[in-house]
């Protein structure tokens, strides 16, 4: 599965009521690879991810992920989502998010323990680990849910706006962090409205109003 495609698409669409909100989207993602998406607000790009990570039906088309069609439950272990909307529980502690993400996962825990105290130092919060995250300010809150989509140690991580709010320094670690995971064999497909960001990607791809208008592997970006 190497040189292979983590995820493939053909043809996807997706239409709520008579509007189209994904036209006929084609896209291959190499396994391995950061690919970013993006385009201006209400380009499609939630929706895409959403249909990958099995949450929305779509319409038209369809999709591959390692293979298999989706939705199919057998591959969510393997996937991590970070959704642009937070899905924290507020009134619990930052450490009990990060545990109730892992039990979700079925992860044992000491697993959870372990990987907890990585996590946490990689979103520099080891000293708000039992702060409601209610507590925490907006980037914050963002880099716990970074941290929860993470837990399981997905193969495949689809984050939707993961550096939105984040400091520039953090940012910057996160990007450090993401090619990292790269170079574990990691796929990783992120939203971005940041062009800086689109050139850590190895592939980008540009939606709007649903279709993808143009798509670039790195070395053009910089060109
Ligand atoms: N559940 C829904 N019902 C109706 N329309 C929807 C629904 N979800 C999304 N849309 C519409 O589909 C289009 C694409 O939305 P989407 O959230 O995928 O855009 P996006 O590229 O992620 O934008 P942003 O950069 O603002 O996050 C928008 O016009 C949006 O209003
Ligand atoms: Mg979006």
């Known amino acids: 599965m190497k040189n292979g495609h983590a995820i493939e698409t053909k043809n996807l669409t997706k239409k709520f ?4 909100a994904l ?3 084609n896209l291959k993602i190499e396994n391995g690879a950061i690919h970013g998406l ?25 999709a591959h992920i390692f293979g298999n069609k989706v939705p199919d439950r057998s591959i969510l272990p393997q996937i991590g989502y970070m ?14 998010n990060l545990s109730l993400y892992g ?4 992860m044992s825990r000491s697993a959870i323990a372990q990987r907890e105290q990585e996590l946490l130092q990689f979103i520099a919060l080891e000293k708000w680990r039992n702060e409601p995250v209610s507590n925490l300010s907006g980037g914050m809150k963002h880099r716990v849910s970074l941290a929860c989509s993470m837990i399981h140690e997905p193969k495949l991580l689809f984050l939707d706006e993961p550096t939105v709010g984040v400091d520039p320094e953090l940012r910057a670690s996160f990007w450090e ?13 992120l939203t971005t409205h940041y062009m800086d960001e689109a050139q850590h990607c ?4 540009l939606l709007r ?10 070395r053009r970006l910089r060109a």
Request: one cysteine or more; glycine letters at 16%; a positive charge.
């Open 177 to 189: 962090y993401f090619d990292k995971l790269k170079a574990t064999g990691i796929t990783i497909v």
């Open 83 to 96: 959704p642009q909307e937070t899905a924290l529980y507020t009134e619990l502690s930052v450490h009990h």
């Open 17 to 20: 009521g008579a509007f189209t």
């Open 23 to 25: 036209d006929s989207l």
């Open 38 to 62: 993006l385009g201006p607000n209400g380009a499609g790009k939630t929706t895409a991810i959403k249909i990958l990570c099995g949450l929305l039906k779509p319409s038209g088309g369809e």
């Open 103 to 106: 039990e979700l996962y079925g």
């Open 202 to 205: 190895d592939k980008i791809g």
């Open 209 to 218: 109003q649903g279709r993808l208008i143009a798509g670039a592997r790195r």
